[in-house]
């Protein structure tokens, strides 16, 4: 089977940066993905991961390590528009994309 | 290029009855996942579909069930509505997801409400 967890909701000020953080464990691995999903809304694709380390792209980085079971979405000079669902999703065995429950962030000024 | 779209965005249906949602996927992408979204579940996988083949299945009940036509588009079905059924239904499409790298597109859902 596939277990994803993510925390459930996290709070940042506007201007600072914010970790979200996702362990995974499933039966097969081919990939770890990152959606934001603004209220109600689609959830659209951040970023992809299959090989260990760090993947930038802007203000958006995603990190892997498979030995670990464990992803983070790094987040930089925070926005108010970033406040969403942040969800992980993992492609599995048999290439099933399972997704975690996502993690809501609230922006503050 | 157009989005996925989903029809119709917004549903009301009693229990017992059936429903039918259509989603038409990004032209030239032949794979078709359904996700069920609920507050307390988060998406949950329903199946997946690639030249008019289901590829994957999640673990829903035979209520739920799906197709894909020859153009890619795919419906599913719910029979029997249950008051659980009430959810967002995501649909998402993508070139093949047999390559690693594949990623999948949302349309903007299906919010059906079972009374």
């Known amino acids: 089977g596939q277990n994803i967890d993510q925390p459930t909701e996290m709070t940042a000020t506007e201007g600072a940066i914010v970790q979200i953080n996702c362990t995974y464990q499933?039966?097969?691995?081919?990939?770890l993905f990152w959606y934001q999903q603004h209220a109600g809304e689609a959830p659209t694709f951040l970023s992809y991961n299959v090989l260990d380390g760090l993947e930038e792209k802007g203000r958006f980085s995603s990190f892997l390590s498979r030995s670990k079971g464990y992803s983070y979405l790094l987040l930089k000079e925070l926005q108010m528009k970033d406040s969403a669902s942040y969800l992980c999703a993992v492609r599995g065995g048999y290439q099933k994309v399972t997704f975690g429950t996502g993690t809501k962030l609230q922006v503050i000024p | 290029k157009a989005g996925v779209t989903q029809t119709p965005r917004y549903l009301i249906k009693t229990r017992g009855q059936q429903v039918t949602l259509s989603c038409s996927p990004i032209?030239?992408?032949?794979?078709v996942s359904w996700y069920q979204q609920t507050p307390g579940q988060g998406l949950q996988f329903l199946f997946e579909?690639?030249?008019?083949?289901?590829?994957n299945k999640g673990n829903f009940p035979g209520r739920f069930s799906g197709r894909q036509f020859s153009n890619s588009r795919s419906e599913m079905n719910v029979s029997t509505l249950e008051l659980g059924d009430s959810a967002l239904y995501l649909c998402?499409?993508?070139?093949?997801?047999?390559?690693?790298?594949?990623?999948?597109?949302f349309g903007p859902g299906t919010r059906l409400t079972v009374l």
């Open positions: 032209s030239g992408h032949r794979s």
């Open positions: 499933t039966s097969g691995f081919n990939g």
């Open positions: 579909y690639f030249s008019e083949t289901q590829r």
């Open positions: 998402a499409s993508s070139l093949d997801s047999l390559a690693n790298t594949d990623t999948q597109y």
